[in-house]
Antibody, heavy 121, light 107 residues
Framework: EVQLVESGGGLVKPGGSLRLSCAAS????????MAWVRQAPGKGLEWVAS????????FYADSVQGRFTISRDNANNSLYLQMNSLRAEDTAFYYC??????????????WGQGTLVTVSS | DIQLTQSPSFLSASVGDRVTITCRAS??????LAWYQQKPGKAPKLLIY???TLQSGVPSRFSGSGSGTDFTLTITSLQPEDFATYYC?????????FGQGTKVEIK
């Protein structure tokens, strides 16, 4: 059974840092592109970042470019999101998601339960 | 960036109704589109990928269609468990943008 379990969320002051983790199991982690998606309370979904299977290609939303870093450890089946210079508008539930492909068309087929990041003084 | 516009943003429907949600892309995305369902306090759940392919385990009352810029998610005979928020997402390029969501509520 595919499982994605996020951790590391919490309350942080503006300007602070936080590192999120996503522990993957039930599939060959090193085969898949992975992503972070966030959702501010009561708002819609926002894609944050993606990393390909070997970390060769990394993509960020403009809203986090230069402040957030996505990374992965294929030996330990883990995905990370290092978040620096946090702002109030980064307050959200953060989900990790697995990207799958069919006929070169991608989609996110499994999602974690989410971890809440609150940026407030 | 590719913008996705869903309509309506909110709809009120009854059990048994046929429901149609539209997602329009700001530029052509072939069939690089997925649909998700999200219930309060839960993670999104994949319903449809490649615009029209039903994810395994998803009831057949859900269907997707479209290509290019105009896409549709249809729920035939709405069930109580279908009251949720629905999102489209494009995978044509980065950033992987989402539509703003369509909340389906009980009439």
């Amino acid at each position: 059974e595919v499982q994605l379990v996020e951790s590391g969320g919490g309350l942080v002051k503006p300007g602070g840092s936080l590192r999120l983790s996503c522990a993957a199991s039930g599939f060959i982690f090193s085969d898949n592109t992975m992503a972070w998606v966030r959702q501010a309370p009561g708002k819609g979904l926002e894609w944050v970042a993606s990393i390909t299977s070997t970390s060769r290609h990394i993509f960020y939303a403009d809203s986090v470019q230069g402040r957030f870093t996505i990374s992965r450890d294929n030996a330990n089946n883990s995905l990370y999101l290092q978040m620096n210079s946090l702002r109030a508008e980064d307050t959200a539930f953060y989900y990790c998601a697995r990207s799958e492909y069919t006929s070169a068309i991608a989609f996110y087929d499994y999602w974690g339960q989410g971890t809440l990041v609150t940026v407030s003084s | 960036d590719i913008q996705l516009t869903q309509s309506p943003s909110f709809l009120s429907a009854s059990v048994g109704d046929r429901v149609t949600i539209t997602c329009r892309a700001s530029q052509g995305i072939a069939t690089f589109l997925a649909w998700y369902q999200q219930k309060p306090g839960k993670a999104p759940k994949l319903l449809i990928y490649a615009a029209s392919t039903l994810q395994s385990g998803v009831p057949s009352r859900f269907s997707g269609s479209g290509s290019g810029t105009d896409f549709t998610l249809t729920i035939t005979s709405l069930q109580p468990e279908d009251f949720a928020t629905y999102y489209c997402q494009q995978f044509e390029n980065y950033p992987r943008t989402f539509g703003q969501g369509t909340k389906v509520e009980i009439k």
